[in-house]
């Protein structure tokens, strides 16, 4: 497994993660906006179906989605570039692995 985790830390990605300024900073504050994209979405969303907002049609909150959607690969493609930053930190940390769980049986009721 560590020359799996040496690799992934030692790509273009998390050599950038560790030396570039400012760019750990600025991905966690595109992680906590694509966060509160898909959130606020899913919350609207699932309010409407539980009969909250009647006056507003489902398909109108349902024209949300693509958000959600954008929200969803923010979120995505940062997790991945705090990943290869320092992989170590993540590949033994069961709270990650319980992350990454519930993220897949999200995804799996969206479907």
């Known amino acids: 497994m560590d020359p799996f985790l040496n690799w992934i830390r ?17 991905t966690e504050m595109a ?9 606020s979405v899913m919350t ?9 907002f009647r006056q ?10 693509p958000l959600a959607v954008i929200g969803f690969a923010i979120n995505l493609t940062s997790g991945v570039m705090f990943i290869a930053a320092n992989p ?11 992350k990454l ?3 897949l049986l999200g995804g799996l009721n969206a479907i």
């Open 31 to 39: 992680h906590f906006i694509g966060l509160s994209l898909l959130i």
């Open 88 to 98: 170590f930190l993540y590949s033994d940390n069961p709270a990650f692995f319980a």
């Open 101 to 103: 769980t519930v993220i």
């Open 10 to 26: 030692a790509t273009p990605i998390g050599e950038a993660m560790r030396e570039t300024p400012g760019l750990f900073p600025a």
């Open 44 to 52: 609207v969303v699932d309010l409407r179906i539980l009969g909250v």
């Open 56 to 65: 507003t049609s489902y398909a109108s909150v349902l024209k949300l989605l």
